[in-house]
């Protein structure tokens, strides 16, 4: 059989197209490109030990005897996880669409309309569910946005609060208990302290800032809070609730009962349980709070003409911009998980979702009526879809209804030894609620005999008292009634996945991002249910195929990266940052050192960098960089031993943000660990190390892994994201744990997300994608993506200036170009470059990042020459256009870059203008006029949409 031939398909470039990008650098081969760029000290010794390459018919096959092993129970567990119905068109029209997930965040809004309107919808359903003026686009799962809430309260305090260093903050015991572990984590080292206790027994005092409750609890009963709401609002507490997204069409929403945050999870809407993830966390608040609100939130504009558009609102929040002064390092969102559940809210229907609720919770109605029937106790007084049972006095306990459950493929929440919980969901029919009683029954000795509904009896049940029922409307916009036949909905998403450009149609060059291939063969286990119908606390028997895939997948991470421990917890990169700093911190507190609180940042470093110190309660000192782009190894040196005594980390990526692999690395790490402090590498750029360099052989203490750039899982618009931390042994048991999982360290270090390998169902992609490189393949990505970005260096040197280069001359993976020197001449700025690509059917490389005023290129491996070329082809000719202003051909303020990009409204319009021709505006290029791309709305007005900040659909 064939082996290896997917390294053939992944990277972009034949051999043949190689050696004419070899002659056009002016090396003899790959290698010695390489030989010339890395330091020969920190070249790899040996070759990676991952094996040969499989095949893709090979890698199929062995991911479905991998999904074999895995146990499809029935899970009524619950705890914020339920079975769930995606709708065929969504997961043929988004999940395997490239369309979607393959686009990325909508930094460059003009051709993102569709998926900003998509993530609209989304605000605007959670906003109604939740009866709160304002919902962000997604956090990353339930357990982090409650953290995240906690920390905007804290950030939120009143002067007087602030003064009296009021730092308490109240979580109820009946909170999901995974979320009050990622809470406790969040609060540690920012001084926070967190109690936990019996809510009904709650007193506010002037020494809270905020308290959290769940709502339904985590025991399925519903308790009116509004009375205990308002007193605590009167005494300046502010309030946070976690509430289930769909028992709002039937319940009181909490925004109606004074809170200040509702969040929680939207896994039911349309999402699998998938193990844990990815899922989207939703986050709603007041006005009060918008520009504290975490994560991005979408906004209604316009552009240029008074188009309405859509764009990412108030992004003054970015991390680019705050650093270390951000109250949350949030940079991204789960935006393809929102996307589809903003779908399935839509192809519902307010009355769908109602429909949906009520069928859950009549179940679960008949199914507390029945166990009672048998002498088994129920607890909760109003519930949705979770019941709370005690086990008759003198009977078995609860180990036997687990055995006979489990007997008959069902998993229930064993809570003790006298109690149980058992949740249902959509999937859940009459006959499953028969087979759960009989369970029971066998268990405590009972003869059982089957319910039959009576239609009529069964429609007037309820498990909700009227005095908390919901009367207020929700979801009333048009949109929401629209579209319920399968065709209108498949067209309404075609017509918003051709509002934007994604990788399926062009090159994204994003420097810093790494949009490669997301290869097709590893996609195909997102819709497989063997891994998207498994719960996250489901036993380890059950999953003995994720959990092989696992720990093969962290045995090749750990071969490729040079560590001894590893964590695929952090479901970002973000969170990866922020749990690789936990680590260090929670060792050197074990240790005696938890004094260390000095985090030494690089000035060129990722804003989320500094913003992800600042949440592990570290103080960052910035360190210079040279002129030449790199850390300033004096300025290091000096700041190191000025700070020795409490040096904790040190945060430097490498290559590093300038796209340079910076020679004085290894003498960067000896002067933090002469110091006393660990190094932390920022894994963003690893694309340029597997293979032929890696943190462990380096030095580095650990680092976090982006498996959606490096590694081949999308970007999905935004999100989901997967940000592994690797370390070196004497972290490692230090690495996150979890309450409901063993994973992570023995220390037991506390958890940071809500599952315990975070968005386990999308480490199938990364898994197959190094699966079926295999050694070679991915050292010669890497290479490929060198040769790449060093074929693009060559050939725009002669046109815009190349900011920084390394050894040779040469770039590493990416390279910047400076814009500065054109703008300042002409008036033409990085983002008029940007805009004005779009007219040439092209994504704009990294706008302003890390450099004021320059745009930040990444071809990565997958990109073949002719796309390659199509895109200097592009900036040639806007460097032309760039040249008429120069020279006064075209007005400096009025020319065919100024009004970029052009609709087709605008060339097809009877009032065209502008001097230069429709044909330069729309078709600069020969080549584009059988396949052009045109942007659905022209340039768009960000600051009117910042004045006039709308984030929602509202009913005509």
Not at 127 to 138: F, H, I, K, Q
Not at 478 to 501: A, G, H, Q
Not at 694 to 709: E, R
Not at 893 to 907: E, G, S, W
């Amino acid at each position: 059989m064939i082996n290896n031939n997917f390294i053939k398909r992944h990277n972009g470039p034949t051999e043949a197209d190689t050696k004419k990008m070899l002659q056009v650098i002016g090396v003899a081969s790959e290698e010695q490109l390489v030989n010339e760029i890395i330091s020969p000290d920190i070249r790899l010794p040996q070759p990676l030990q991952i094996g040969t390459g499989m095949n893709e018919y090979e890698c199929i096959s062995h991911l479905k005897s991998l999904g074999a092993k895995n146990k499809q129970f029935r899970s009524y567990i619950g705890l914020g996880y339920y079975n769930t119905i995606t709708p065929g068109v969504i997961t043929r029209n988004i999940l395997e669409n490239p369309g979607w997930y393959t686009s990325y965040t909508p930094y460059q809004a003009e051709i993102s309309q569709g998926r900003l309107e998509a993530l609209l919808n989304f605000q605007t359903v959670i906003s109604d569910l939740t009866s709160m003026p304002l919902a962000n686009a997604s956090l990353l799962d339930e357990a982090t946005a409650a953290a995240e809430a906690m920390l905007m309260f804290y950030h939120s305090r009143s002067r007087a609060q602030v003064k009296a260093g009021v730092s308490k903050f109240f979580v109820a015991d009946d909170v999901f208990p995974q979320t009050i572990e990622v809470i406790r984590s969040r609060a540690h080292f920012l001084n926070i302290e967190v109690v936990v206790g019996n809510i009904a027994k709650f007193t506010a005092d002037e020494n809270y800032f905020g308290v959290m409750i769940q709502c339904p609890n985590q025991y399925g009963n519903i308790v009116d809070h509004r009375a205990t709401v308002a007193a605590w609002k009167e005494k300046g507490m502010q309030v946070a609730v976690a509430a289930d997204l769909l028992s709002l069409t039937l319940i009181t929403p909490p925004g109606e009962w004074g809170a200040d945050v509702v969040l929680g999870s939207n896994q039911r809407f349309g999402l699998p349980m998938a193990f844990g993830g990815p899922h989207a966390g939703y986050f709603a608040t007041t006005e009060k709070y918008k520009r504290e609100m975490p994560g991005r939130i979408i906004g209604i504009s316009q552009d240029a003409l008074g188009n309405p558009a859509y764009r990412l609102a108030l992004q003054t929040r970015e991390q680019h911009i705050k650093r270390e002064k951000a109250t949350s390092n949030i940079c991204t969102a789960q935006a393809l998980l929102a996307t589809m559940s903003g779908f399935y809210a839509i192809y519902h229907g307010p009355d769908g979702l109602k429909e949906i609720a009520r069928h859950i919770n009549i179940l679960t109605c008949v199914l507390n009526d029945e166990m009672q029937k048998y002498g088994i106790k129920q607890l909760n007084n109003n519930f949705f879809d979770t019941l709370y049972f005690e086990m008759p006095e003198g009977k078995s306990c609860t180990c036997q209804v687990e055995e006979i459950a489990l007997q008959h493929g069902m998993n229930f929440r064993i809570i003790d030894k006298y109690h149980f919980g058992i949740s249902l969901d959509e999937t859940t029919a009459l006959a499953d609620v028969n087979e759960i009683v009989s369970v029971v029954c066998t268990a405590i000795g009972k003869i059982h005999t089957d319910f039959v509904c009576d239609p009529v009896v069964c429609g007037t049940f309820t498990g909700i008292q009227e005095s908390i029922r919901r009367t207020s409307a929700y979801m009333q916009a048009p949109l929401f009634f629209k579209y319920r036949s399968e065709t209108d909905m498949m067209r309404y998403m075609k017509k918003l996945e051709n509002r934007d450009l994604s990788l399926n149609r062009a090159m994204i060059p994003l420097g810093s991002c790494t949009m490669k291939l997301n290869p097709a063969t590893a996609m195909f286990a997102l819709s497989w249910p063997e891994f998207a119908n498994i719960h996250p606390f489901v036993p380890a028997d059950q999953v003995q195929g994720y959990l092989q895939l696992i720990r093969e997948l962290e045995k090749d991470l750990l071969n490729i990266t040079g560590f001894k421990g590893l964590s695929f917890m952090p479901n970002s990169g973000a969170s990866g940052e922020y749990a690789g700093l936990l680590t260090i911190r929670r060792y050197q507190e074990a240790n005696g050192q938890g004094h260390r609180n000095i985090c030494l940042i690089p000035a060129s470093a990722h804003g989320t960098n500094p913003a992800s110190a600042a949440m592990a309660g570290m103080e960052v000192v910035v360190v210079e960089c040279d002129e030449n782009g790199n850390i300033n190894l004096d300025d290091a040196k000096a700041k190191a031993e000025q700070y020795k005594d409490s040096l904790s980390a040190f945060m430097v990526t490498y290559p590093s943000t300038h796209g340079i692999y910076e020679d004085g690395i290894r003498t960067l790490v000896k002067i933090v660990h002469d110091n006393g402090g660990q190094v932390y590498m920022d894994g963003a750029n690893m694309n340029a190390q597997v293979g032929l360099t890696c943190p462990g052989f380096i030095g580095a203490d650990v680092c976090h892994l982006n498996l959606h750039k490096t590694f081949a899982i999308p970007h999905g618009g935004g999100g989901p994201g997967v940000g592994p931390i690797g370390c070196a042994e004497h972290l490692a048991p230090y690495l996150p744990s979890h309450i409901l999982f063993e994973t992570g360290g023995e220390k037991q270090t506390g958890a940071v997300s809500a599952a315990p390998f975070g968005s386990a169902q999308i480490l199938t992609i990364s898994y197959c994608y190094i699966k079926m490189l295999g050694s070679e393949g991915l050292k010669q990505a890497t290479m490929r993506a060198i040769l790449n970005a060093n074929y693009l260096k060559e050939r725009l040197k002669d046109y815009y200036p190349i900011l920084f280069t390394g050894n040779n001359g040469h770039v590493a993976h990416e390279m910047i170009l400076d814009i500065n020197g054109i703008d300042k001449a002409t008036g033409v700025a990085a983002i008029d470059i940007a805009k004005r690509l779009m007219d040439f059917g092209f994504h704009a490389p990294t706008v302003a990042f890390p450099v004021h005023g320059t745009l930040m290129v990444e071809p990565t491996e997958s990109e073949p020459l002719a796309e390659l070329d199509r895109f200097v082809d592009a900036m040639i000719q806007i460097r032309k256009e760039i040249a008429d202003i120069e020279s006064g051909k075209a007005d400096k303020d009025n020319n065919v870059i100024t009004h970029a990009p052009y609709t087709a409204k605008m060339l097809m319009g009877n009032d065209w203008t502008f001097p230069f021709t429709r044909q330069e505006a729309g078709f600069p290029m020969e080549s584009d006029v059988q396949d052009k791309y045109f942007p659905h709305v022209t340039r768009i007005n960000d600051a009117f949409g910042d004045r006039n900040l709308v984030c929602k659909c509202f009913a005509e």
